[in-house]
């Protein structure tokens, strides 16, 4: 057992290193930035943003748009980063494994003794790190800017506590890359059934009955409970979901490379 565990924290040093060396960690906060400034950009300034639009068409057409609150920028941060972020880190993440299959450095891997299960792991792990570390700064950006440009950003306790739905759901696509990495043997193919995983929860969450359970639900929270709406309906429940899924796409990516091994 001592043994396993040092040498997950061997490898995971190993693998933060290397994500540094890369600059994945510096991509992802850069992404992940510049979508809560344009977020909190797009939310105070969307009246102007229309009227001026339809000055340049010439439009006879008025629009009434209701005048812009703090809160409308916790909203449009977490559509933003359901529509591009995540495109963005599954482009990020899908080689993670699957990079060191096609250079044969996952055979010499094992070979030394680390298993599967250590090495997926520890992948997992510091991936998670840097999911999370970036989303952290990122909700943070979000909070200063609706801070300077509505004079009031909102409780920074409801603020964080609402990143954890959105991040919830970021470890859970993080399992599901990782299980494609690990499984397919074209960046391509498990670019195409990464994004293809996260699209497929869209539609899940529309079935009735089910509906309501399934983790993509979770993405609806994040501005509620960051405007302090109090409890998200069955946030538990998609919290729950989306563990499971996480559970089982690790567990598939472990069995996926022992049956490489063998």
């Known amino acids: 057992m001592k043994s396993s565990v040092n040498k997950f924290i061997v490898f995971a040093a190993k693998e933060f290193t290397e994500n540094l060396r890369t600059k994945k960690l510096l991509v992802l906060v850069c992404v992940f930035v510049f979508i809560a400034m344009l977020s909190v950009l797009t939310a105070r300034f969307m009246v102007e943003i229309f009227t001026a639009l339809l000055s340049a068409e010439g439009s006879a057409i008025s629009i009434e748009v209701p005048p812009p609150v703090w809160t409308d920028s916790y909203a449009q941060l977490y559509n933003n980063l ?5 495109i963005a880190f599954v482009m990020l993440f899908m080689g ?9 450095t996952i055979d010499l891997i094992q070979a030394k003794g680390l298993s599967p299960t250590i090495l997926v792991l520890a992948k997992f792990s510091v991936a998670a790190v840097i999911s999370l570390g970036a989303l952290l700064i990122a909700v943070l950006v979000a909070y200063v800017y609706t801070l300077v440009l ?21 470890l859970m696509m993080l399992a599901l890359t990782m299980m494609w990495s690990a499984i397919v043997r074209s960046t391509a193919i498990c670019a195409v059934l990464g994004l293809g995983s ?25 501005g509620l409970l960051s405007a302090g709406a109090g409890g998200a309906q069955d946030f538990g429940a998609h919290a729950l979901a989306a563990v499971l899924v996480m559970i089982l796409a690790l567990l598939a990516a472990i069995i996926a490379l022992r049956r490489r091994e063998g």
């Open 96 to 104: 993670v494994i699957l990079r060191e299959k096609s250079t044969g």
């Open 82 to 86: 359901t529509e591009m972020g995540i």
């Open 150 to 170: 509505f004079e009031y950003g909102g409780n920074i306790g409801h603020v964080l506590f609402g990143a954890i739905p959105f991040g919830v759901f970021l």
């Open 198 to 222: 996260f699209f497929i929860f869209m539609p899940l969450s529309m079935i009735p009955g089910i509906g309501r359970f399934m983790p993509g639900e979770l993405l609806g929270h994040g």
